[in-house]
């Protein structure tokens, strides 16, 4: 079973980017659908967008198409989640999540097995 370990968090101002990135260990992520889900203070873990195993199919939250692109490097054992014009509202813990032989783009959480331990993403307005 592979570990998640997230990167890329910080500070940004409302309107700029940041990318995510997570990395898996020490298998490879080949086979794995991945997602990515957020948690503000106070509120329940959201999806953000997802990626299937193999096929490429895609999924994004309402709040976030258009702004943000999940994508992975299978080569590099990543899957990463660039956001663009950020928002104060998407200020959350970001976490990175996995489950073996995912053909479409999973978006419950409790589809997912495998956890990073997130990441924090400030947007300052």
């Known amino acids: 079973q592979i570990q998640l370990v997230e990167s890329g968090g910080g500070l940004v101002q409302a309107g700029g980017s940041l990318s995510l990135s997570c990395a898996a260990s020490p298998r490879s992520f080949n086979g794995y659908g991945a997602g990515w889900f957020r948690q503000a203070p106070g509120k329940e873990r959201e999806f953000v967008a997802a990626?299937?195993?193999?096929?490429?199919?895609?999924a994004y939250a309402d709040s976030v198409k258009g702004r943000f692109t999940m994508s992975r490097d299978n080569a590099k054992n990543t899957v990463y989640l660039q956001m663009d014009s950020l928002k104060p509202e998407d200020t959350a813990v970001y976490y990175c999540?996995?489950?073996?032989?995912?053909?479409?783009?999973?978006?419950?959480?409790?589809?997912?097995?495998?956890w990073g331990q997130g990441t924090q993403v400030t947007v300052s307005s």
């Open positions: 999540a996995a489950r073996l032989y995912s053909i479409n783009a999973v978006t419950l959480a409790t589809m997912y097995n495998i």
């Open positions: 990626l299937s195993s193999s096929s490429g199919r895609t």
